[in-house]
């Protein structure tokens, strides 16, 4: 009788070791929602936050923002925690109410991520990209969670919010909670930083250190943001709202927000 030595290099077709097929599913699974991800991260996925510094800008204008050192201050004193106490949450609570079905609350997520944000500028720039956001989870992926509140938030008058809508993407991608929180972190601070690339003296590898940093730090952020109450969400930072209110109507400007 023939038999097959361990060191043969003979393709081996024989029965999977038990628990590879469900290995495989599962691995097949999470690339569906993992690449899903990655897309609405892009910097090629038109949701339209290229044209936003998300506050950046003015206070480059105004000469608070002006080199790497400055930008380091500004993302870690104000676009983490930001991350931290407002959108992390918002998109948090949201992921589980659109699993619930729980459209109240949705509603007034949607309404509490507009009234957070206290210059029209930032509630502009939330709006639009969330409703892009939204739309494409409607109309690449024809899901039925999407359609129905994009319905629901026309026929309420819902405002949109960036966060909420990555929520829903998360939902409809089929990710977990934890993978949609630090998608967001992602797309926040690479959208910050390609910004800061334009109106600073800013080179890449600088950019991506100053990424490197600031994502390391997400983790804490993401797992912080899972566990704070509905009551306790928001944040206020004067300085980048005023700011944004100077923004508004400043004789030059490269970004809308």
Request: aromatic share 8%; proline share 5%.
């Amino acid at each position: 009788m023939n038999s097959v030595s361990a060191t043969s290099t003979e393709p081996w077709h024989g029965r999977p070791a038990r628990g590879s097929e469900n290995h495989g599913q599962n691995a097949r699974a999470t690339s569906t929602w993992l690449v899903g991800l990655l897309q609405a991260g892009d910097s090629f996925y038109p949701t339209g936050s290229y044209a936003h510094s998300f506050g950046l800008e003015p206070l480059v204008q105004e000469g608070v923002v002006r080199d790497r050192a400055t930008l380091r201050d500004f993302i870690f004193l104000s676009a983490l925690p930001a991350l931290r106490h407002t959108e992390l949450p918002l998109a948090a609570h949201a992921w589980h109410a659109f699993g619930g079905a729980n459209w109240s609350r949705i509603g007034e997520l949607c309404v509490l991520s507009s009234a957070l944000k206290t210059a029209r500028e930032a509630r502009a720039a939330s709006e639009n990209i969330g409703r892009q956001r939204a739309e494409l989870m409607a109309t690449l992926r024809a899901h039925p969670l999407a359609q129905e509140f994009l319905t629901r938030a026309s026929v309420e008058s819902w405002p949109h919010s960036a966060s909420i809508s990555a929520a829903l993407e998360g939902r409809v991608l089929g990710a977990p909670l934890t993978a949609v929180l630090a998608g967001i972190s992602y797309a926040t601070l690479s959208a910050l930083l390609s910004a800061a690339m334009k109106i600073l003296r800013l080179g890449q590898n600088a950019s991506q250190s100053l990424l490197t940093e600031a994502l390391g730090a997400s983790p804490a952020l993401i797992a912080a943001a899972e566990s704070t109450p509905f009551e306790e969400i928001g944040w206020f930072n004067p300085w980048l709202d005023i700011a944004a209110a100077r923004h508004e109507t400043a004789d030059a400007r490269m970004f809308i927000s």
